[in-house]
């Protein structure tokens, strides 16, 4: 039987005690069971499979873009292939440039299929961009 030191040192002890032993306070116990979250704003997805637990996904992530570009400028680059629900241009918040990606949602998930299939390794305002589901 294992000793109570080799018992608060593994870890599947549910004691609220770290791996050196010490106590955890209630919040740090809840904290170290906790998915690690992500900063996305879009989101915890981080399955690099572009697989939503079967379902397809409506948004996609773009990079490569142009610091000069603008939201409008994707807007109307993107909406050739289906309805924008929403697109978000990550700007720097000092400059107000933009930091060369944005997120772009579609209504439905073909619509984003398709722009992805249409624009991904293309060229746009003088720039390779590459397109992405999220």
Request: proline residues 4%; contains cysteine; charged residues 30%.
């Amino acid at each position: 039987m294992a000793s109570n030191e080799e018992r608060d040192r593994s870890p599947n002890n549910n004691n609220n005690t770290n791996n050196n032993g010490d106590r955890l306070s209630p919040r740090d116990a809840r904290r170290s069971v906790s998915p690690k979250r992500s900063n996305s704003p879009l989101g915890n997805n981080n399955n690099n499979n572009n697989n939503d637990g079967g379902r397809e996904t409506q948004t996609l992530y773009v990079a490569g873009l142009s610091i000069s570009i603008n939201e409008r400028d994707v807007e109307d680059k993107f909406a050739k292939y289906g309805k924008i629900v929403s697109c978000r241009l990550m700007k720097d918040p000092r400059s107000g440039e933009s930091r060369g990606i944005a997120f772009i949602r579609f209504d439905t998930p073909a619509e984003a299929s398709e722009a992805l299939r249409h624009l991904d390794r293309t060229e746009f305002d003088g720039q390779q961009i590459s397109v992405e589901k999220v």
